[in-house]
């Protein structure tokens, strides 16, 4: 008899067991993933004999003297708070990853003592001058190629606009906006 139970048990485990993989079988069948022909996915062809229209350039911008006149130093000083990760806004600051910019504008550009320019900045010359810093803060490595500068840019003129008016209030003797 015991022999009987014990075949009983065997038959109870080994039909579990297959009923386990026929079910895993099935699901597999049921929801398996379509496998594609070829890797990737078909892109629309252009039209045959439509000429391919170059990419719309940014659209140019305002005069600066116009921004300047509309900028808002209160909203500037919110428009670099991404800036501070980097940079030290407070007089007397210290560098950080990047030089501190109080009194920034009409400074000459890598004039910081101490700080580890790159060799773009280094090679630029000249003051930072209202429409110099623009133009940095647009695109810095379109202005600077070769810059150490992460930061992608300020595309929003406005913003770029009243970040200058900020960084004119950032100075003991802020040197006024362009006519």
Same mark, same amino acid.
């Given at each position: 008899?015991?022999?009987?139970?014990?075949?009983?048990?065997?038959?109870?485990?080994?039909?579990? $067991?297959?009923?386990?993989?026929?079910?895993? +079988?099935?699901?597999? !069948?049921? @929801?398996?993933?379509?496998?594609?022909? *070829? =890797?990737?996915?078909?892109?629309?062809?252009?039209?045959?004999?439509?000429?391919?229209?170059?990419?719309?350039?940014?659209?140019?911008?305002?005069?600066?003297?116009?921004?300047?006149?509309?900028?808002?130093?209160?909203?500037?000083?919110?428009?670099?708070?991404?800036?501070?990760?980097?940079?030290?806004?407070?007089?007397?600051?210290?560098?950080?990853?990047?030089?501190? $910019?109080?009194?920034?504008?009409?400074?000459? +550009?890598?004039?910081? !003592?101490? @700080?580890?320019?790159?060799?773009?900045? *280094? =090679?630029?010359?000249?003051?930072?001058?209202?429409?110099?810093?623009?133009?940095?803060?647009?695109?810095?490595?379109?202005?600077?190629?070769?810059?150490?500068?992460?930061?992608?840019?300020?595309?929003?003129?406005?913003?770029?606009?009243?970040?200058?008016?900020?960084?004119?209030?950032?100075?003991?003797?802020?040197?006024?906006?362009?006519?």
């Amino acid at each position: 008899m015991e022999t009987t139970n014990s075949n009983k048990l065997a038959l109870a485990v080994l039909s579990t $067991l297959l009923a386990t993989m026929a079910l895993g +079988v099935f699901t597999n !069948a049921v @929801f398996s993933p379509h496998k594609m022909v *070829k =890797a990737g996915y078909e892109l629309p062809a252009a039209e045959e004999g439509a000429s391919a229209a170059p990419p719309a350039a940014a659209p140019p911008d305002d005069p600066l003297p116009e921004l300047l006149a509309k900028a808002d130093p209160a909203k500037g000083a919110n428009d670099i708070k991404p800036c501070q990760a980097c940079h030290s806004f407070d007089k007397g600051g210290p560098a950080k990853v990047g030089p501190p $910019l109080y009194g920034v504008v009409g400074r000459h +550009v890598a004039s910081v !003592a101490g @700080f580890a320019y790159s060799d773009a900045l *280094k =090679a630029a010359g000249g003051d930072w001058a209202y429409d110099k810093i623009f133009a940095f803060i647009k695109s810095p490595r379109t202005a600077a190629p070769g810059t150490k500068m992460t930061f992608p840019g300020v595309p929003d003129q406005q913003k770029r606009a009243d970040i200058l008016a900020y960084l004119q209030t950032l100075s003991d003797n802020p040197v006024p906006f362009p006519k």
